[in-house]
């Protein structure tokens, strides 16, 4: 059959609107409310990710960034987020597009997204802005009992 609608877009922009609205949480009444802390994990080379060289360097495919205590001058629109960070004791500034991320933690609560196939969805969201200190890190693998929010279970074989 085919989707004439668009289910797998119309989910992806809603969790990414999810992510987008989290963000926004941490810009509001002075930072991330009690525990919570974001590990954001994207594609460093995906289509209007602004990083320094050096950042795509060291991180050629993916990058997770942590925004928690000291980050700086996040800026969230509908379709990136913006954030400074330090890496090396130094303040740098990142533009990220919420379609280059490819997952979102938040283990205070064990709330995570995992997104699709890189591309798929990439007309339906633009970038947002979003600043906060982060270290640069791999990947980290899903921490027990976290919760990860896959369409694969809903769709059709």
């Known amino acids: 059959m085919t989707d004439y609608i668009g289910y797998e877009a119309l989910s992806q922009a809603a969790m990414r609107g999810v992510v987008r609205e989290a963000l926004r949480r941490g810009k509001t009444n002075g930072g991330l409310p009690g525990e919570h802390h974001y590990y954001i994990s994207f594609r460093t080379r995906a289509p209007g990710v602004k990083i320094p060289a050096q950042l795509v360097q060291r991180f ?22 913006e954030v400074v960070l330090k890496f090396a004791g130094v303040p740098q500034h990142l533009s990220i597009p919420l379609v280059a991320i490819t997952r979102f933690v938040d283990p205070s609560v064990n709330f995570g997204i995992a997104f699709e196939t890189p591309g798929k969805d990439a007309g339906v969201i633009a970038p947002a802005t979003a600043t906060a200190p982060v270290e640069a890190t791999q990947p980290t693998p899903k921490a027990a009992g976290e919760t990860v929010v896959s369409l694969d279970a809903f769709r059709r074989k």
């Open 60 to 81: 050629p495919e993916e990058m997770t960034i942590v925004i928690q205590h000291q980050y700086w001058d996040l800026d969230v629109h509908d379709g990136h987020f």
